[in-house]
Nanobody, 120 residues
Framework: QVQLVESGGGLVQPGGSLKLSCAAS????????MGWYRQAPGKQRELVAR???????NYADSVKGRFTISRDNAKNTVYLQMNSLEPEDTAVYYC??????????????WGQGTQVTVSS
């Protein structure tokens, strides 16, 4: 089995920064896509940023220039550095990974979610 464990959420003032982490553990052969999604109250879950194994990234327009996604393949970990945070960034943030297991089964996994609140 595979587990994703997130950390780093919290309360921050507008203009502040937070860094989220998500580490995968278990029966892992390789991880291709790692991503961060978010869901605000009353809204659908949306893609924030995604990074593939080669390091290529893509971002939602609303976070471009403010958020940076990165990964450490040796640690099976993805990060999201969030700068210049705005109240509109308030949401539960989820990490997601497309993982090839040691038995060569490809599956998508989700973290438990971490709350990010931007408020003065």
């Amino acid at each position: 089995q595979v587990q994703l464990v997130e950390s780093g959420g919290g309360l921050v003032q507008p203009g502040g920064s937070l860094k989220l982490s998500c580490a995968a553990s278990g029966s892992i052969f390789s991880i291709n896509v790692m991503g961060w999604y978010r869901q605000a109250p009353g809204k659908q879950r949306e893609l924030v940023a995604r990074i593939i194994r080669s390091g290529s990234t893509n971002y939602a327009d609303s976070v471009k220039g403010r958020f940076t996604i990165s990964r450490d393949n040796a640690k099976n970990t993805v990060y999201l550095q969030m700068n210049s945070l705005e109240p509109e960034d308030t949401a539960v943030y989820y990490c997601s990974m497309s993982i090839l297991s040691k038995t060569y089964t490809l599956s998508d996994y989700w973290g438990q979610g971490t709350q990010v609140t931007v408020s003065s």
